[in-house]
């Protein structure tokens, strides 16, 4: 991936800005002196859509103003992207949902998050091309026909409207059969991650028919994208419905295609998914003042409660915003709690997850100690060691291939108080680089996101849900109602960035948009790298924390300077109820932007 062209990305996104039609001023009571940000955040009382592309934010924000409430427009929101941000998902991906009815008082979450075929074999693709997606773990690796796991995006997004939306699947299509029919302008962005992904699908005809131009180079700024393919395809669904996708003509397209390019997924597969596609209830905890909802296993949002606990246990104010304090012990809570997911995270109809043990306060109480013993080993080591001894002598580069993402997230609110966050995924840049048949429909590469060796938590077994990192996103309530969502793509980083987007607004006061906007860190723990040995930091914290830092032994990569993709792409809104202001926030490392009225 050619990294360095969105390694410094400072919002200077020309379309995205210009298309920033969002209201772009502080509300005082709420903002805080934006110092290393790089926009307002944007303000609404009657309705709020953020998501990784203006368009998309539009797509939302055109079905509130037609009196569509917070589902219809999250579905228009989570539809478009397969037009604005297609290497990242669409309707063949999959993701998870945590939504917020203000009628029934209640979370839920909904789970689509992609099931291993029933006909998997491990052993087919032992010479599959082996190609870097984003899971970076070396178990599968590969690209094409069979390493897609049955998507559920479309049932998802079908189940969420028939149950809580007010609008059909043809109206809240709109923008996004708009899109992909008379196409949508090339940013900055899209180019760097176009050139990127170009080995993902140039092996395969349909695809490259799709996504690259008819000389087979990328997509460049400037140039229009259109998928007409898959724009026949969404109006039939619009028309008549998921069953058409799932069981009808479109369904055995796409299963005759895998059967022929030697591919697991049937139609049987793509039969069973709607039945499959069912509300559940959340997992929570309390933090401070806050009651805070994260998505169940296969999810491994329960790793972001975990570091809210351990968190709870400190004055972090009192430490100061990434200040070497407060890093150290985050760093120290993440570190811990990720080993926790990587070896008890799976599908819970396969697996045991101890939800109920990891997040015990004895179990949180016990973390806790460990974080304050690991950072007291670190101070005495500190004072023992040269400065020499303590340079580290080896670091991964950020900018490699496992370090690549394709996940986005998305969120809206409406007048009445419904509130809802989406992560969805193709799995790596462009998914499998498979396009089923004719239908312009590529699917995901989600199956590279579990390990080959079996008996894990997360081992590919047919018929399992894959064990994911998309699924941690969070809703922070007080008094019973929302107060702030917030998610956002990264691969394992997913995990890391929210709670400190989260901090950000709940301990340290900031509003929305500073929260994103400021320097964040991750660890590289993908898959096969847990425990991790190294961090991923943004510069813009002051060079005189990064160096106690390493004094303290961390080893720190800040080979992509001040802003990186690399550290997520968070999307969030926040809800001030004594007011009725509505603030929204988005990413500026990517094309994030926010729309409120």
């Known amino acids: 991936m050619n990294i360095k062209k969105i390694r410094s990305l400072k919002g200077g996104l020309s379309f995205a800005m210009a298309c920033a039609v969002a209201l772009g001023y502080s509300h005082l009571a709420m903002a805080q002196v934006a110092k290393n940000n790089l926009r307002p955040a944007s303000l609404g009382k009657l309705g709020m859509v953020a998501s990784a592309n203006p368009l998309a934010s539009l797509a939302g924000q055109k079905i509130l103003i037609k009196g569509g409430n917070a589902i219809d427009a999250i579905v228009a929101t989570a539809a478009s992207l397969n037009a604005v941000e297609p290497y990242m998902s669409g309707t063949a991906g999959v993701g998870y949902m945590l939504f917020y009815s203000a009628k029934d008082k209640k979370v839920r979450s909904l789970v689509f998050g992609g099931w291993v075929p029933q006909n998997f074999q491990a052993k087919a693709i032992k010479t599959d091309t082996k190609l870097a997606d984003g899971a970076g773990h070396g178990g599968m690796e590969t690209i094409g026909p ?55 699908v140039s092996p395969h005809p349909e695809s490259a028919a799709i996504f690259l131009k008819p000389d087979k180079t990328p997509y460049k700024i400037g140039d229009f994208f259109t998928n007409k393919p898959l724009a026949k395809t969404m109006r039939r669904i619009a028309k008549e419905g998921i069953d058409v996708f799932y069981k009808g003509e479109i369904a055995k397209e796409m299963a005759a295609a895998f059967k022929r390019d030697g591919g697991f997924i049937t139609l049987e597969d793509l039969a069973s998914v709607p039945d499959k596609v069912q509300w559940v209830e959340p997992i929570s905890v309390k933090y401070r003042d806050y009651t805070v909802y994260n998505n169940p296993p296969p999810g491994m949002g329960i790793q972001q409660l975990q570091v809210l606990k351990i968190m709870e246990g400190f004055d972090l104010k009192k430490m100061g915003h990434n200040s070497v304090e407060y890093l150290a012990h985050l760093m120290e809570a993440i570190y811990l709690s990720r080993m926790d997911t990587d070896k008890y995270i799976g599908d819970p109809k396969f697996v045991k997850v101890p939800v109920t043990m990891l997040l015990s306060d004895s179990y949180i109480a016990s973390q806790r100690a460990k974080v304050v013993a690991n950072i ?14 303590k340079v580290p002598g080896y670091m991964e580069d950020a900018r490699q291939d496992k370090y690549k993402f394709a996940t986005t997230s998305l969120s809206a609110v409406d007048r009445w108080g419904n509130a809802v966050v989406i992560i969805q995924t193709h799995g790596g840049g462009f998914g499998s680089g498979y396009v089923a048949g004719k239908t312009g429909v590529v699917f995901n590469s989600a199956l590279d996101w579990m390990t080959l060796v079996p008996g894990q938590a997360n081992s590919v077994e047919p018929g399992k849900a894959v064990g994911w990192c998309i699924g941690g996103m969070m809703q922070f309530h007080k008094d019973g109602v929302p107060q702030l969502i917030v998610g956002s793509p990264g691969s394992f980083g997913i995990l890391q960035s929210v709670p400190q987007v989260a901090l950000n607004v709940v301990d340290f006061g900031m509003n929305i948009q500073d929260a994103i906007s400021a320097p964040r860190f991750r660890w590289k723990d993908e898959l096969g790298s847990v425990p991790a040995k190294e961090l991923i930091i943004e510069t813009r914290i002051p060079e005189k924390t990064l160096q106690e830092l390493r004094d303290m032994g961390y080893v720190l990569d800040t080979s992509l300077g001040e802003w990186s993709m690399t550290v997520g792409g968070a999307q969030g809104i926040t809800i001030d109820h004594k007011t009725g202001w509505i603030m929204g926030g988005a990413d500026p490392r990517r094309n994030g932007y926010s729309m409120g009225w």
């Not at 109206?171 to 050139?195: C, H, K, R």
């Not at 007291?376 to 001894?389: A, F, N, P, T």
Request: no cysteine; net charge negative.
């Open 146 to 200: 069979r390493t897609p796991a049955v998507p559920g995006n479309l049932a998802g997004w079908s189940r969420a409207l028939k149950d809580y939306g007010t609008m059909s699947l043809s109206e809240v299509f709109e923008s996004t059969i708009d899109y992909l029919e008379n196409g949508v302008p090339i940013t900055e962005f899209d180019q760097a991650m176009w050139e990127g992904t170009l080995d993902r």
């Open 376 to 389: 007291k080993e670190r101070r005495e080591k500190m004072k023992k060691q040269s400065y020499l001894e």
